[in-house]
């Protein structure tokens, strides 16, 4: 068995010959799994992943690198001048005295070490944005063995039977055997924008090109309308969007709107560093000159060198690669969390979220809906009594809503909820949906819209052709003329609508979804001079998590807005029940949305909280007031026509599970569970993250001013620079790296959703930013430049003048003082991070944080530092000194300054919160 060409000119039979497939029960799952093995998945190629060793030459093609492989060929120029000169003079090579040999190896380490990283971090990308993207890949409903299930769209083989919804995106190219009202949208295919009709009747005489195969639907094409079934005549590359497609990625790699702000702050830190940096040169060659070292080519070499270094050390080049990491491991929390990020850069912006826009069915209710109350022949009849009716009017209703609906119960629940109810709601009455379909067997339909908000099904009725109209009261009502009352057809009165409309109220003001049923005798489905029938009320609970969160979002400033399809009393019943308002003042329907102007809909939104009995547009409208009052505005959504909405908002949340493809296509973010509780998780992660990216981003920062003004400062006064090369080089690598992403890793602060959204229009250092960065970049500086004035100091000698003749003359108390300070500045960035946990609090409060990362980057930190003081061949490379006690502790008092300073400043916030309130 192999794909067969010009399928629309086969009968179905040929067709399931040719497939080998049984029409009614489609493949056996063993058959199923042999042709999969046989054939391969059911996939389109990929773009060729980039192999490891590229990755890590792209690490290489970075400016910042550039200056490293600059310092080390200047190095190796002058080691070799060196080393020659030194061998002329009939000496033995020694590696560490000769030249500056050991730096070229520690500035290749740095470059090898941060390329492995890079590396490492991009390949874990990679690698989690894949299996995020296997977790929200396409599924398919198929029927094998008689069963309808769900597989993954890649695991469809020639031959499965597939059943097609509204919604769904189809997943492969397939025959219809099926169809009602079935339309697809096959402009990616045909570049043609409208839906087009399909339908299983059309068998063609001779092939007809792809886009008049209206008997035909394709993979990747989503159902806009009606449902269908269909035997999968292609796979994979042979399908047309395979044809044309012969390489399709569509992930883009998208840059976060902090990722940008990050690239242009980076370049402008690049800019004014190396203006510094030329300037620390041009300072040092003058004090080359002033100091009579005119002659010396090694005073000029150093003075190059020490530059080269500094500006690698100032520029935080690790700060786009920790900000992708936080991002990434948020993320991965989110998952946990039940919410699938499809587009990274909605994790920054769930942050900022200031109104949440929510469906009610399903997200802040359980959708398991129970058919508990009834109204027919001008009665109303509670569950209890459902089995003792026995009037025809009411097994009527009941029959009618069954048939009147596509959900199937007896081989297992399919189908929206509503309409499992009112299938379960015949089957008390012993009303079968399976006897009643064969009595009764459907010959046309037009499916429910959430526009129309009614649904109709025409069924052959002992020789007459009967319509089902179930939907909305107020839709249905509108089409109504009589009703069925007793028996008899009469005119519909105003009695009779009052009375109709006070039971609606009377179940609605008890939070019930109705429904309402009407007929009439005709052959096709048409919507108008309708009998009406009665009506039911189910009930859906209320999530029990969701009026927690409602709470939650209410602390943290952000509104929760209902917005529903369903009856405004119902809707107000519950979001009351859930604390989304207080009056009915703040609910406003779909038609007075309609009569409103823009500025008008701008005004109410700021006090309505629920909508009802909405139109897709009228979310779109909503949604583009809230924006303009200057919301941040996150929504959700399910169906096809809510993809518009889910576009237009700030972020599109859409519904994993009663969600349609074409939904989860259009929103940012796919929640697992439908639940609207993992809204509220999922803004306290975004919360999260960006506070946490913040800290990170200060840190850097600030660490790197510390280095830049330290070394600017004492050049400027004309000593010896206070951190060689190899320090800042290792400092760089011990600062940039583990303790950021240390500070990344916090666990979110259990009071992240106390405050205020945060105004996106404000940066990173908006809120006291600039100030903690600058000020702990001098609280550092201060340090440093402490510690290398002290061994001057401890050696009795206090004068600028003396100290500057004593470095310069005595090579080992100089070596004491670059050690001294080169310590500190390392020391003082691990109790910075330490202070930068939680800028507000006491650094007391990491250890209930169990943030073990920080911990790790603590150790590892200190030790690593001994490492390069106290054994002699590490100290030998990075011309360090030992030191005394004495030094030991001014290096520790000075070290520990950003951490009081922290305490100082945490004092000062606890102190205007106390004021505030
Ligand atoms: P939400 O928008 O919060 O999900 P909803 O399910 O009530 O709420 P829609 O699906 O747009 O919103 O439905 C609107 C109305 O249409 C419902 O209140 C109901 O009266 C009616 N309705 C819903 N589902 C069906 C259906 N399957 N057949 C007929 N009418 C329906």
Redesign the pocket.
Known sequence: MKKQQNVETFSTLKLANEYETDLKNGLTEKEAKRRLELFGENKLKEKKKKPWFLVFLSQLNDPMIYVLFAAIAVTIGVSTYETVNWLKSGNAFNFLEVGDWPDVIIILAVIIINAIIGTVQELKAQSSLDALKKMSSPESTVIRDGKRQKVKSSELVLGDIVVLEEGDTIGADLRLIESANLKVNESSLTGESMQVEKSSDIIFSEPVGVADRVNMVYMSTPVTYGRGMGIVSGCGMETEIGKIASALDNEQEELTPLQKVLAKLSKALGIITLIIVLLVLIVDLVWVFVDGKGTNIEAYIEAILSSISLAVAAIPEGLPAVVTIVLAIGVQKMVKANTIVRKLPSVETLGAVSVVC????????Q?KMTVVEAYCNGQVVVSSDFKAQKSNEFRFLAKGMSL???ATVDDGLYG?P??IA?VNFANELSLRKKDLETMSPRIDELP?D?DR???TTVHNDNGKNIGYT????D?ILKHTTKILENGKVRSITDDDIKKIYSTNSYFSDKAL????LAYRITDKPIEDDLIFVGLVAMIDPERPEAKGAVEKFKRAGIATV??????KD??FAIAKNLGICEIKEQCRTGAEVDAMSEDELKECCKSVRVFA????ENKVQIVKAFKANGNICAMTG??V?DAPSLKAADIGIAMGITGTDVAKGAADMVLTDDNFASIEKAVEEGRGIFANIKKTIIFLISSNIAEVLAMFFIICLGLPAPLIAIHLLWVNLITDSLPAIALGMDPKAPDVLDEKPRDPKKGIFADGGVKLTAGFGVVITVAVLISYFAAGWLNGVFSLGDIKALYENNASILHQAQTMAFTTLAFCELFHMIGMSNVKKSFIHIFSNKNWMMALAFVVGIGLQFLVIEVPAVRAVFSTANLTGNEWIITAICSVLPLIIHEIVAIGYSICSKKSK
């Open positions: 929510s469906d009610k069915t399903g997200t802040l209710t959708n009147c609906s596509n929206d509503t309409e009112l429910f959430s908000k009614m649904m179930k939907g909305a009261l839709s979804r109705v429904l309402a209902m917005i529903t399809g369903d009856h119902t809707a009995r909405v139109s897709p399910d169906g026509n």
